[in-house]
Each structure stands twice: as C-alpha cells, then as structure tokens.
C-alpha cells in the first residue's frame, strides 16, 4: 500500500534531482541554463512547502490535536530554505557564483537535516495516525506537487 513517506521522500529526490542540475550549471557557469535549472528546483521546492504545509501539516495536526511540534519546526525550517533560495537566485542573477555557493551550501546542509527529520520522524508518524485519510490525502498531495 503506498503511503505518505514513500510519495514524499520521492519529491525530495525530485528536488535533490533539480538542485544537482542547477549547481552542475553554476559549477560550469552556464548562467542561463543555472538561472532555468534553479528556476525549477525552487518552483518544486515551493510545490513540496505548500503541499506539507496546506494538506499534510493540518491533516496531521487535526489527528493528533496539536499544531506545535514537529509541523512547527517544519515551517520555521521552510520560512528559512525559502530565504535562501531568495538569496540564492539574487546571487544566480547577478552571475555571482561565491554568493550563490555561500547560500546554496547553507541551504544543502539544511535541506539534509529538514529532510532527515521529515523521513525519519515526520512522515512516519503522519503514516501511522492517517491511516483512515491514505488514499485521498496522496491523491490531494500528488495534485498539488503538480499544479
């Protein structure tokens, strides 16, 4: 049965995917096609924030009857990412590559940690206490991912 962490974890490739495909062009500075590449990574980032953060967030909060905790901490750590990718696409813009480097390795270290924490703890528990919502909050999910 497919279930919340399996969806999830794969759009965090997807976003891995994306970010690889940008740093490979700012590496070779390839400015238009780093501008494009990161232009995706950010708009599948923000895709994956609003998905969690307008479905999978509440859902859980309504289950467990709390909205602190680990949803908290997720969207303090989205309001940061999304920072950076700001930071980030201002530096891709004006073609400067220490910059860009300076923000995208913060933002890989916490993309790392933010994912780690959703994969291993997050997403579990939303597995285990919307069992009952399972097919249509991934049907919900996977809409949103692709708007």
Same mark, same amino acid.
């Given at each position: 049965?497919?279930? #919340?962490?399996?969806?999830?974890?794969?759009?965090?490739?997807?976003?891995?995917?994306?970010?690889?495909?940008?740093?490979?062009?700012?590496?070779?500075?390839?400015?238009?096609?780093?501008?494009?590449?990161? =232009?995706?990574?950010?708009?599948?980032?923000?895709?994956?924030?609003? =998905?969690?953060?307008?479905?999978?967030?509440?859902?859980?909060?309504?289950? #467990?009857?709390? =909205?602190?905790?680990?949803?908290? &901490?997720?969207?303090?750590?989205?309001?940061?990412?999304?920072?950076?990718?700001?930071?980030?696409?201002?530096?891709?813009?004006?073609?400067?590559?220490?910059? +860009?480097?300076?923000?995208?390795?913060?933002?890989?270290?916490?993309?790392?940690?933010?994912?780690?924490?959703?994969?291993?703890? $997050? +997403?579990?528990?939303?597995?285990?206490?919307? &069992?009952?919502?399972?097919?249509?909050?991934?049907?919900?999910?996977?809409?949103? $991912?692709?708007?």
């Amino acid at each position: 049965m497919p279930n #919340i962490k399996d969806f999830m974890v794969g759009d965090h490739r997807h976003c891995d995917d994306l970010f690889t495909d940008a740093e490979q062009a700012v590496a070779a500075q390839a400015w238009d096609r780093a501008g494009a590449a990161f =232009a995706s990574f950010q708009d599948a980032m923000q895709r994956h924030f609003d =998905a969690e953060e307008s479905l999978l967030f509440p859902a859980f909060e309504v289950k #467990i009857g709390m =909205a602190t905790g680990p949803t908290e &901490v997720m969207r303090v750590e989205h309001l940061q990412m999304r920072e950076l990718m700001t930071a980030a696409k201002a530096a891709l813009l004006a073609k400067d590559a220490d910059d +860009y480097s300076g923000n995208t390795e913060t933002l890989l270290i916490m993309m790392q940690q933010h994912n780690m924490k959703e994969e291993n703890i $997050l +997403y579990p528990m939303c597995d285990q206490h919307l &069992v009952d919502q399972m097919e249509a909050l991934l049907l919900q999910l996977q809409q949103k $991912l692709q708007d």
